[in-house]
């Protein structure tokens, strides 16, 4: 009686447990809806719930193998949707087979060829490829995003699920214990599965908050608070190891005057184009470049000689002074100037060192503003004289005629 009992209860528990899961699956899909294989994944999770629910009463029948065909169908949209949330295409291929296999299964068991027991324990066994191939698409990280703990649960629990089918496809669990054990397993993959795609989703978004936090969109260089803070770890490295480190600053020189007579567009596309060639001269060495100010470059150069340095920075300021940028009907070169402060003969921290290349930055900048006033100041007297010599009938330059 208490066996029973017992079991009467894990079927409701099971039960509850797919209406759980369909919630959350909503709830997921609800709340993220603009994010890429949500939907699919709450289809598959859903149709997944739905068969675990429909065996929950088909279980003590002849046609518990039905309901497996459900949850299979799940198992093959749900591959579908993790496929498309790790933006890779949404193709079953060869996997489809799974679910007309699990048709031809009931076929049999519907012509009297199988019991419904050993339907029930081919379904099980048709399920583990698809479980496995489910958890190698969770292996594959996004490109945006690193190996984490969210991963990591969705896989595990995805092996997990796919062994216990396997043990239950083979007969290695009694049958007295059989059913029991789908159950169990069910129910668990119900309550985890949806757990484990929204940490997952979480980790997505977390990851995608520290790139807009960190790095530049325009140039997909790092930003100021990245460059700043990967700066002060170099440092410390440096300090730590007695390595040398210097602070390399690329200023796109009259930046704001191509934005007045070319537009915008024109100094974004001059700005990613800069940016792509520090990429090139970078290369594969440990350097990091960040997007400092507005038309200002940083390049953090750890453990590197200074001839190869001042070789890269002459390298750095021909590239980028060679570059045609052609905008509309209209082209024009970029100029910069590079700038190097070492640490230890430019300051002894990194902010002495940034305000070290801050200094240079505002010194450059105040050079720019004393010839553009002097040459309003000449463009003034110039007025004045022409102003001057029409009041006198003369104009200027001209020599008076001769009597």
Known sequence: ME??????SL???TGLSGIIAIAQYILLTRSHHSERGLGTIACGGGLLAAGSITLVFLLNTDYGAAAAIVWISGLLVLLAGTRRFFARPALLGWWAMA???????LLLQSLGVVYPQTALS????????VWLVIAYEARLAHNDEQWAVPRSLLLSSLLIFALTFLALGLGLVPQDNFHATLLITLLISQ???PYAYHNALSHRLHTRLVKLARYDALTGLLNRRG????????????????QS???????LKQFQEINQRYGFVAGDMALRQSARVLKDIAGDAAITIGRFTGNDFILLCSNI?????RNMMLEIELSINALQIDHSDSSFHPSCVVNMVRAGVDGDSIYELLESLQAAILKRKAAVSSKSALSQEDLSALVSQIQSSQQTGMSVGAKPKAA
């Open 3 to 8: 066996i029973a009992i017992s079991f009467t």
């Open 11 to 13: 079927l409701w528990a």
């Open 99 to 105: 679910l007309a296999a699990a048709v031809f299964v």
């Open 122 to 129: 081919l379904m099980c066994l048709i399920s583990v490829p």
């Open 191 to 193: 309550l985890v599965l």
């Open 227 to 242: 460059i700043e803070e990967c700066a002060i770890k170099e440092f410390r490295r440096a300090q730590k190891y007695q």
């Open 245 to 251: 480190f210097a602070m390399i600053c690329v200023n």
């Open 305 to 309: 000689p200074t001839q190869p340095m």
